[in-house]
């Protein structure tokens, strides 16, 4: 994956929420994905929609995760690893992000 591809990926903010949050828990359920960033039951309702039929598989055919809509199971894929400095560099520096990128 080029850096344009990775801007990209990551230019959404629920998009690159989701990576981020990924970093750091193990999460292997879309609805748990959606109610560790959303903030209230209304953002949750909305964010899951989202994730279903936009983000997740968008991030699926990236190779950033897996996907097992059946299971409805989210785990890391191959090319996550790529993404890891740049999110690195991100999670170090989000005080710094105008508001409304994260």
């Not at 960033?37 to 909305?46: I, P, T, Y």
């Not at 936009?54 to 409805?72: F, M, Q, S, Y």
Request: hydrophobic residues 40%.
């Amino acid at each position: 994956m080029d850096v344009g591809d990775a801007l990209q990926l990551l230019a959404d903010p629920y998009r690159c929420r989701l990576v981020l949050t990924s970093l750091e828990h193990n999460l292997e359920d879309e609805s748990d994905i959606s109610a560790v960033m959303a903030d209230d039951a209304e953002e949750f309702e909305e964010l899951s929609l989202k994730m279903y039929h936009h983000h997740l598989p968008k991030l699926e055919k990236a190779g950033v995760i897996e996907w097992d809509r059946n299971e409805n199971v989210v785990r890391k894929g191959p090319t996550f690893e790529e993404l890891v400095p740049l999110l690195r560099l991100i999670d170090d520096h989000q005080e710094e992000l105008p508001g409304g990128w994260l």
